[in-house]
């Protein structure tokens, strides 16, 4: 699973902590100046426009400095629980500026005129008025018209001069990621569905122009509440386990104020978004009725950890902090697994705790088996655990459909001895046939926890591949050359590599392994197929592999998106934040999507 630190930081406009007392003068018109003219007593004329405020720059020209600015107000979030302030804006000289005002007292409405005094501040790259010591009422004013915007954009400089303005975007626009709609209730858009640019082109030069395309079709829309709302409005009237916001939908009427938060350009709306549904949640593939057709899959269960020892305590290293959250996570991955109605399939991420009557992976494949009645059973790589780390890699099959064939195999070399996990590879017969065929489970170096040396060939090389790319790369030498020089596995030509490679499709492991023969199906039958969606980019870091005695033998190969489109709001966790988030249903079972192929054999 890819590290994602760095997509977990807080998105959201939100308060300070002190909150500085304001004289209020409401009047009809302009009360007199002061004897002194001092900008205490703030008249309904400004001393500073709020175009001069914003200046031409990402950082205001007069930061830190008190000001005296006057402007429309056009949208207003000062009760507890929202942004804390309100925005005006301002057309004078044939220039059009806008500001956040940050304070929640006294409280103003869309269409008061107002004259306020306070300290520019940049909070987050966002330019705003802070330390608010005066805020003078001025009537009211006709609110400006939206401003037309239109993704994607020629520069960021065009958003940038639209910091806090009143805009509308005329488009049907794409969501693309709702990593933070439980938490921040902000979701993504984009003009179309975006990839990961190593999903699509090749890693250099084409992958960092890809990248700067997408950035240039995207914008976050946030629901102007504060972070950890127990209900969020997306898609209306709220989200709840049956009622989703999936990542390929579409929303229009996108109307409100352009503002930024940490370099991400986010529309607060003002009105009513319209949602539809143009991404539908998927029933699982379905199953061919040919016997001598085989259903491999390969599912990363992320994190399922059972508890601690015999006596299964909570926490553990990973995975559900509660056994109350573990029967919850539990009851949405045995769905899946039941749902997917495969005959072997290959797990990463399960907790690496042997064998035994407690284990994890015994556990699970008694679940699973009571679940569906059919006879599921775990293959035993070791006598102990499989590996040094805490999770590891599994794979389970239905002993009425393939016989297990001589020992496991695996790698302990290399990466494989501290980066990867070690290969699972077991060779395998269908029932009522004579063909062997070989199944290796994998699971390569994630891209988090880059090294800090910029030198080591690890470190992100920023072509796109993040780092480690390295240590994947001889993962996969070492595995094909493994899987091409053992004798039993060499007379064996039908094989397929599976499991979270943590690499995408252009990636260097996955050419690699292209070129040594292994081919990726779901390349024919689903092109634009995705099994991850990171950074609000859909990729597959998850394949299915299959050498060139299978390759004419795959009947159909898909990924079933039911994890990387969900919001992650309603996966086991988002329970405890509201408990109508949850379902025991397959969807957002994990973080990563299965992938089944139809093999003839």
Known sequence: MQNTTLAKMTNRLWPLAVFFALGLTACSAPPPASPTGTANAPQCEASTSLATVQGSGPVSPLADQQVVVTGTVTASWQQSGQLGGFFIEQHADGQAAALFVQTETPRVEIGDRVAVTGIVREHQQLTQLDEVSQLQLCGKAELPQPYALRLPVTTKAELEQLEGRFVSLPQALVVNGTYLLGRHGSFDVASERLYTPTQRVEPGPAARAYAQANELKRLVIDDNQAPAATEIPYPSPQLNASNTLRSGDTVSNVTGILSEFNGSYRIQPTTELNFVASNPRPAAPPRNDDRSVLRIATFNVLNYFNGDGATHEFPTERGAATAADFARQEAKIIAALAALDADVVGLMEIENDGYASHSAIVRLTRQLAAATGAPWQFVRAADGQFGGASITNGLIYRTDRVDLLGETMTITEGPFSNR?????????????????????????????????????????????QACWNAARVQSAELLVEFMQSQPILASTPAQILLGDFNAYAKEDPMTLMSQAGFH??????????????YDAQAGSLDHLLVSAALHGRVLQQHHWLINADEPPALSYQGYSQNPDWYAPTPYRSSDHDPIVADIQF
């Open 420 to 464: 990867s996990r070690y290969p699972l590879i077991q060779r395998m017969q269908p029932k009522g046939t004579e063909e062997a065929f070989v199944v290796a489970v994998n699971h390569f170096k994630s891209k988090g926890s880059c090294p800090r040396d910029e030198t080591d060939p690890n470190a992100n090389q920023h072509d796109g």
């Open 520 to 533: 990726n199906r779901a390349e024919h039958f689903e092109p634009l197929g995705y099994s991850y969606v």
